[in-house]
């Protein structure tokens, strides 16, 4: 998810990829260098697209299919970035994409499905509407500096999403530890989104933290779960909760804030005093992906102004595209004047691109069951 620098994951070294057909493919004792660059397929043939719920408007497939005569399986089955990666990693460890020609997950997991070379090259000059229009702020993140193998999806922020006429006094991640909020707070499933900012609000720089502050922090939210101060760890189902009262305040993602207040006018975002997140989501060509050449036909539409100005209308997330906010900004000013859609300079100053733990696989490993232990129970 964004503009974005990332913590290095550590590999696996023994696997890579070979050349394996039209799609590439997966064998142990190689390594990513001999990553293949995704080709072969038909534009106007097949197409399937893995993504996230409720990520894309009701007409952006149809009208695709019409105008290219392809015909797409669009299924949102990416509902958590490790809980999908559990589930196609067996199919790319062997090549397969399970019929997927593109995937979309945040940032992070782009890289670490990258570098187990699950994940191929792009033809640039298959991609040129998605050249000539990607916005400047995400061409170049840490974890691909190039966009060789990603292309932004949706981008947006993680911070503090709140019922002002409940908690109209939560500015601070720390506030969410306030007793008087006991049983009516929740915080995201996803360690990358809860972690640095719960490091972030104690004065730790969360790009720079250790593999003890990021325990330490993991303890922190261990004890308040130990004492019902947090009442659980969510994905997006955290707007239900809101919405319901049952919970005041929350960790969550901007585009869920804006997509709740259409429905209740008393759930807001509220920009944490020590920043927020920022991440994005990728579209990216797995090994054995059956039509390539239909997911660059993909890419390069939906990153034409007048169809991702659709897409983001219905999302409310930042758009990855340029021109968006000059269409919007004749059809609903509204759209185009939010700072969670279209942020300024000024309301992300004190944000951060997301991080992964620090240190080698052994290290992010023991972070990663130690958060999980806690979200689990």
């Not at 409940?166 to 008087?180: C, H, Q, R």
């Not at 972030?200 to 933290?209: L, Q």
Request: net charge negative; glycine share 8%; aromatic share 8%.
């Amino acid at each position: 998810m964004k503009l974005l620098l990332l913590a290095a994951l550590a590999l696996v070294a023994s696997m890579a990829l070979v050349a394996c057909g039209g799609g590439g493919g997966i064998s142990e004792g190689t390594n990513n260098d001999n990553v293949t660059t995704a080709e072969g397929g038909d534009p106007a043939g097949n197409l399937t697209i893995s993504n996230w719920p409720l990520y894309i408007d009701g007409k952006t497939i149809d009208n695709f299919d019409k105008e290219t005569g392809a015909t797409t399986k669009y299924t949102e089955d990416v509902n958590d970035n490790n809980e999908f990666f559990g589930k196609v990693q067996p199919l790319l460890s062997q090549g397969e994409s399970g019929g997927r020609d593109i995937v979309v997950v945040t940032d992070w997991m782009a890289e670490k499905m990258y570098k187990l070379g699950f994940v191929q090259n792009l033809d640039k000059k298959k991609i040129a509407t998605v050249e000539k229009n990607l916005i400047p702020s995400l061409q170049s993140p840490t974890f691909d500096p190039e966009r060789n193998y990603s292309v932004p999806w949706q981008s947006g922020m993680t911070g503090l999403v709140v019922r002002k006429d409940l908690a109209p006094d939560v500015t601070s991640i720390n506030d969410l530890f306030d007793p008087k909020y006991k049983g009516k707070v929740t915080m995201l499933s996803e360690m990358r989104d809860t972690v640095p900012l719960v490091m972030a609000a104690d004065g730790i720089d969360p790009k720079e933290a250790t593999t003890q502050q990021w325990l330490d922090a993991i303890d922190k939210l261990k004890e308040n779960v130990d004492n019902g101060q947090i009442r659980r760890f969510t994905g997006n189902d955290f707007v239900q909760d809101l919405a319901k009262g049952d919970v005041v305040a929350a960790i969550g993602w901007s585009g869920d804030a804006v997509q709740a207040q259409a429905d209740n006018e008393d759930i807001t975002y509220v920009q944490p005093e020590q920043g927020c997140s920022i991440w994005s989501d990728n579209m990216m060509i797995p090994v054995g992906a059956p039509n390539a050449e239909a997911a660059y036909e993909f890419m390069n539409y939906v990153y034409e102004p007048e169809v991702q100005a659709k897409i983001t209308e219905y999302v409310n997330y930042v758009s990855p595209v340029s021109g968006v906010k000059e269409i919007l900004q004749k059809s609903d000013p509204s759209i185009a004047d939010n700072e969670l859609i279209f942020p300024s300079s000024e309301f992300t100053k004190n944000c951060f691109a997301q991080v992964s733990p620090p240190g080698n696989e052994a290290d992010v490993k023991e972070v990663e069951q130690a958060f999980q232990d806690v979200v689990t129970g």
